[in-house]
C-alpha cells in the first residue's frame, strides 16, 4: 500500500512538473521584451521617465512582496500563481494602450504587484511539489528546464515580436497579453502539492509569518548572500536589460545599419538571445554538478562587472556580452532559488522568497535612478560601466567581509 501510494505521487510530481513547463512557456516577455524600451521612448519619455517608471515597479514590489506572499501562503500558491498571471495580462494590454506617462506609471503598479503574486509563489510550489517525490535537490534543475522552454518558445516570440514592433510597437504586447492569459489557464488545472497541504496554515497568522521571515533573513549561512546576489548582483544585472536595447541601437548603427532596420533586428537578436539563454538554463543541473554553485557564485559577479567596464571602452563587446546575459541570469536565479529553498521550512515559503524579492526591488531603485540620470548625461554605456564597478567593487567588499556561500556541512558548523 504504501508503495503504491509513493508511486502515486511520484506520478503526480512528474504531471505537475510537464504543467509547470507549459505554464512557463507562457508567460510571453519575448514578444515585447525586443521592443520594450523603444516603445517607450516612442511614447516621448526620457531615459530618467524610464527609470522612475522602474523605480515605481521596484518600490511597489517592495511594499506588496511581504503581503503577497502572505496571501499565497494563505489562500495556496496555485492561486496566488493565478491572481497574478491574469493581473499582468491586463497590465500588458493597458500598456500597449496607454499613451501617457502618468498611465504607464499607474500601470506599473498593476504589473509589479501581479509578479508580487508570482514571485515566491512559483518558487514555493515548485519546491513543495518536488519535496512530496523526495526530489527537492532537483530544484535547481527542474526550475532551469522551465526556464529554458520559457526561452525557446521566447526564441520565436522575440522575432514575431520584433516584426510586429516594425509595423505598430503596440502590437507585440497585446499578443503578449493573450498568451500570457493562456497561462491561467493552464494554472487551473495545477493541484497544491501535499506537502504544502500538510502545513499548518491555518495558524499562520502575519505576526508568526514575520517572525518566520526575520528569522530566515537573519540566518548566518543567509545574510552576507542575500547582500551579495539579491543586494548587488540582482540590482546590477537589472540595468543590462534595461539597457540592451538603446546600447544596441547605438552599436548596430554605428556599424552602418540603416536606423528603420533596428526593430526587425532586435526581434532576431532577442531570439538568438533566447536560444542561448535556453542552452544554457538546461544544462543548469550540469553546470551546478560539475562547477558548483559556489564557484558560480564567487566568481561570476567579477566576469559580469569586467563585461560591463569593457562595453564602455570597446561597444562592440556589447554584442555578445548581451547574447549570454539572460542565460547567466537565469541559471543565477535558480541557483539562488535551490541555495534558499535549502535553508528554510514549508510553512512561510512563499513568504520567505517574496522578501527575497523584496530585498533586491529594494535594492535596485538607487541604481535605476542613478543610472538614469547618468545614461541621459553621458550615455547608457557609462552607466554600465560605473555599475561594473560597483559590482567588482562591492563583491570584494563582502568577500572580505563573509564567504557568502556556504556547504552544506558549513552550515551547520
Known amino acids: 500500500m504504501a508503495r503504491l501510494a509513493s508511486a502515486r505521487w511520484r506520478d503526480f510530481a512528474r504531471r505537475s512538473v510537464l504543467k509547470y513547463y507549459?505554464?512557463?512557456?507562457?508567460?510571453?516577455?519575448?514578444?515585447?521584451?525586443?521592443?520594450?524600451?523603444?516603445?517607450?521612448?516612442?511614447?516621448?519619455?526620457?531615459?530618467?521617465?524610464?527609470?522612475?517608471?522602474?523605480?515605481?515597479y521596484n518600490l511597489t514590489t517592495l511594499v506588496g512582496e511581504i503581503p503577497t506572499g502572505y496571501i499565497g501562503d494563505r489562500v495556496g500558491r496555485r492561486n496566488s500563481l493565478l491572481i497574478g498571471t491574469t493581473l499582468i495580462a491586463g497590465t500588458l494590454l493597458g500598456i500597449g494602450l496607454a499613451e501617457s506617462f502618468l498611465?504607464?506609471?499607474v500601470l506599473y503598479v498593476c504589473w509589479s504587484l501581479g509578479y508580487n503574486f508570482r514571485s515566491g509563489s512559483e518558487d514555493a510550489w515548485l519546491y513543495d511539489t518536488l519535496t512530496d517525490d523526495l526530489s527537492e535537490s532537483e530544484f535547481a534543475t527542474v526550475s532551469g528546464r522551465g526556464e529554458s522552454a520559457a526561452l525557446a518558445v521566447g526564441a520565436g516570440a522575440a522575432i514575431v515580436g520584433g516584426y510586429l514592433g516594425s509595423i505598430d510597437l503596440s502590437y507585440p504586447w497585446f499578443v503578449a497579453a493573450a498568451v500570457t492569459?493562456?497561462?491561467?489557464?493552464?494554472?487551473?488545472?495545477?493541484?497544491?502539492?501535499?506537502?504544502?497541504?500538510?502545513?499548518?496554515?491555518?495558524?499562520?497568522?502575519?505576526?508568526?509569518?514575520?517572525?518566520?521571515?526575520?528569522?530566515?533573513?537573519?540566518?548566518?549561512?543567509?545574510?552576507?548572500?542575500?547582500?551579495?546576489?539579491?543586494?548587488?548582483?540582482?540590482?546590477?544585472?537589472?540595468?543590462?536589460?534595461?539597457f540592451l536595447q538603446p546600447i544596441f541601437e547605438?552599436?548596430?548603427?554605428d556599424l552602418g545599419v540603416s536606423p528603420s532596420r533596428v526593430e526587425s533586428l532586435l526581434g532576431w537578436f532577442y531570439a538568438a538571445y533566447s536560444l542561448v539563454g535556453a542552452v544554457l538554463s538546461y544544462f543548469t543541473g550540469a553546470i551546478k554538478d560539475h562547477l558548483g554553485v559556489r564557484t558560480w557564485f564567487l566568481v561570476l559577479p567579477f566576469l559580469v562587472g569586467t563585461a560591463l567596464v569593457g562595453m564602455y571602452f570597446v561597444p562592440i563587446l556589447a554584442l555578445p556580452t548581451f547574447l549570454v546575459a539572460r542565460g547567466l541570469s537565469d541559471v543565477t536565479r535558480s541557483f539562488a532559488g535551490q541555495y534558499v529553498n535549502d535553508r528554510i521550512g514549508s510553512l512561510g515559503r512563499a513568504t520567505v522568497l517574496s522578501a527575497m524579492a523584496m530585498?533586491?526591488?529594494?535594492?535596485?531603485?538607487?541604481?535605476?535612478?542613478?543610472?538614469?540620470?547618468?545614461?541621459?548625461?553621458?550615455?547608457p554605456l557609462f552607466a554600465l560601466a560605473v555599475a561594473g564597478i560597483a559590482l567588482i567593487g562591492g563583491s570584494a567588499a563582502i568577500l572580505v567581509w563573509e564567504i557568502p556561500v556556504t556547504t552544506a556541512e558549513e552550515q551547520f558548523d
Open 22 to 56: 507549459l505554464y512557463k512557456s507562457t508567460k510571453a516577455v519575448e514578444f515585447y521584451r525586443p521592443i520594450m524600451y523603444l516603445f517607450f521612448l516612442a511614447q516621448g519619455l526620457s531615459f530618467t521617465q524610464i527609470a522612475v517608471l522602474e523605480a515605481i
Open 359 to 379: 530585498v533586491s526591488g529594494l535594492a535596485v531603485v538607487p541604481f535605476q535612478l542613478g543610472s538614469g540620470v547618468v545614461s541621459d548625461s553621458v550615455s
Open 103 to 105: 498611465t504607464l506609471a
Open 250 to 253: 547605438t552599436v548596430v548603427v
Open 181 to 242: 492569459g493562456l497561462g491561467a489557464v493552464v494554472l487551473l488545472t495545477l493541484e497544491e502539492p501535499a506537502t504544502y497541504k500538510q502545513t499548518d496554515t491555518d495558524e499562520l497568522s502575519f505576526r508568526r509569518t514575520v517572525g518566520i521571515v526575520t528569522d530566515a533573513l537573519s540566518q548566518r549561512n543567509l545574510r552576507a548572500f542575500i547582500l551579495y546576489y539579491y543586494v548587488l548582483y540582482a540590482a546590477v544585472t537589472y540595468l543590462v536589460f534595461v
